[in-house]
């Protein structure tokens, strides 16, 4: 026993962060109810929080957190059990002697196994998107439900009911506590990075100052992606994902300037890119290769594809942009989107000239998936400005000025049409 | 937050002495694996004994550095291996260092510093030709 701390609650916020998909994964497998297996994980967290105080730490609090939480359903059990018996002896019947429930549990076997079936659970596409993420989060991430709700900018009763309909929802749909196989897998899959990766956007849309809870998304969706890319190693996309957020997430120093401006990626002082989640990221993606073993890459492996191509150039003018050229192209097959052909114009003009550029541009302007999208305007006129035509340039700045809903960025844009 | 996990070595260790010590070693796999399966571990590496290593000392009045060879005395005072690990507090940390399978040992946590720590103790011009260099050493170990 560790004591005599100023104050367990940091102690204990550790312990459940680290011991909370393990200890709900167990009891799930146990019970076979996720929404049950949450309620009882948290009776031992509100033990801990009773105890620990003046008992100290234990030297082992997840087995601790364990046991209370299996004494807590043995109790529900054996009271169940008794209830039934009581009603089946004012039966007059016999009864024969109650199988022990604890016969039923072990705890230590097929922890990792668990604690996949607990996030294909938990981002089951029964449940809403939001029901997804904020689920995830809870049971997977160990995140309270304050700090869930704080950073997703919602009251804490709003995000209590999300939970509660979400663990609801499973139940009632009777999802079963399991790894799906067969063709069942891809699209589940899918489903589960989709949920890392949103939790990971929320976050890097924020990392541009306003809230620390928010950037700290971006932390916990790099560790679930790694847990993750651990748990299905021969999963191609798991690594290309975990890649691809870490080499975004190395960038977050340099996105903005000292005003809180955001800085292109071109733009950015690449010597304030964290090189350790760099390395790490260009690990993961080379496991990803080596688990496609001669496969055809999926959409994480490619987006993390273009994300290693800045990554491995150190300065904006050694970039391959021939390669980026040719990863849009795949990409685009794959997954046709405008914002994707948009993204390929811009490499093209990088790669082979504003030119051949704009003629793809210019396909995309009656595309209504891009209606109303700034960025279609700001890139043709970028593009216009390079080719030595300044009054169409100088249309096309202020229109994108116009669409745009971020002041700085519209800011920047009626700079840039006024220099032009 | 990332921190800095800081293994001192021992007198088994600065000897190179391991015969006997593979359950130990099993019993560090294992944990290393926690780790990653939990989504923590960013960095580990062993170190080997000081006598393969080097020392430089700098003169404080920057006249230049003199090479001092390994061994080196105190076992205590060297690092025998580190991890990086990327957590969301420093009571994260020490839950997870609890649970490492070391003996009769000293091991350091510490917070490593982002730019932010830095911002305002510089002059930017200082800031961004220190960034500068960060980037042109880094561009080496960006293949891998």
């Known amino acids: 026993m560790s004591s005599g701390q100023p104050s367990v609650q940091p102690t204990v916020e550790a312990v459940w962060r680290i011991e909370t998909a393990r200890l709900i994964a167990a009891l799930a497998r146990v019970t076979g109810d996720v929404g049950l297996a949450e309620d009882l994980a948290q009776d031992a967290l509100v033990a801990a929080l009773e105890q620990w105080p003046s008992d100290g730490v234990p030297d082992n609090p997840g087995a601790w957190l364990t046991a209370v939480a299996r004494r807590r359903y043995v109790d529900g059990v054996r009271r169940a059990v008794t209830l039934e018996r009581k009603v089946e002896e004012l039966g007059h019947q016999a009864q024969p002697e109650a199988v022990n429930p604890m016969d039923e549990i072990e705890f230590d076997a097929h922890v990792t196994d668990d604690v996949l079936r607990l996030i294909f659970t938990a981002c089951h596409p029964v449940l809403p998107r939001d029901g997804r993420v904020a689920l995830t989060l809870k049971l997977v991430g160990g995140l309270s439900t304050e700090q869930v709700a704080r950073a997703f900018l919602v009251p804490v009763p709003t995000m209590a009911a999300r939970i509660t309909r979400a663990k609801k929802a499973l139940t009632a749909a009777k999802v079963p506590f399991e790894v799906p196989v067969g063709a069942e897998l891809t699209p589940r899959f899918a489903s589960v990075l989709e949920v890392v990766y949103l939790i990971f956007n929320e976050g890097y849309a924020a990392t541009s100052g306003e809230s620390w809870y928010r950037a700290e998304l971006c932390d916990e969706a790099m560790r679930l992606g790694r847990m993750l890319s651990a748990l299905a190693p021969d999963e191609p996309e798991a690594h290309g994902l975990v890649a691809l957020m870490e080499i975004q997430a190395s960038r977050i120093p340099a996105r903005t300037g000292p005003g809180g401006e955001p800085v292109t990626l071109l733009e950015q002082d690449r010597g304030r890119w964290n090189r350790l989640l760099i390395t790490h990221g260009l690990a993961a993606l080379a496991l990803a290769g080596r688990s496609l073993a001669g496969a055809s890459a999926g959409p994480y492996v490619l987006q993390a594809e273009l994300a290693a191509c800045h990554a491995r150039a150190f300065a904006a003018a050694d970039t391959d942009w021939a390669r980026i050229v040719t990863l849009y192209e795949i990409l685009g097959r794959l997954t046709p989107s405008p914002v994707i052909e948009l993204n390929r114009a811009v490499a093209v003009s990088m790669a082979d000239g504003a030119g051949a550029a704009l003629a793809i541009v210019d396909a995309l302007a009656d595309d209504p998936a891009l209606r109303g999208y700034h960025l279609l305007p700001a890139v043709r006129a970028d593009l216009l400005a390079r080719l030595g035509r300044p009054a169409q340039a100088r249309a096309e700045f202020e229109r994108a000025a116009a669409l745009t809903g971020n002041d700085s960025e519209r800011a920047h844009l009626l700079r840039r049409a006024a220099a032009t | ?144």
């Open chain 2, 1 to 144: 937050m990332r921190v800095m996990v800081l293994v001192h070595a021992t007198e088994d260790s600065e000897q190179g002495n391991y015969a006997g010590r593979v359950g130990e070693f099993e019993a560090m796999g294992k944990y290393n694996e926690e780790l990653v399966k939990a989504g923590v571990m960013l960095a580990g590496e062993g170190i080997e004994p000081s006598s393969g290593g080097k020392r430089l000392d700098f003169a404080a009045d920057g006249s230049g550095s003199r090479v001092i060879d390994g061994p080196f005395a105190e076992a205590k005072e060297i690092i025998g291996g580190f991890w990086i690990w990327q957590v969301s507090s420093m009571e994260e940390a020490v839950e997870w260092l609890r649970r490492a399978p070391f003996r009769g040992q000293t091991v350091e946590l510490r917070r490593i510093l982002e730019p932010a720590d830095f911002e305002g103790l510089l002059p930017p011009e200082v800031m961004e030709n220190e960034a500068r260099l960060r980037a042109q050493t880094a561009a080496t170990d960006t293949e891998g």
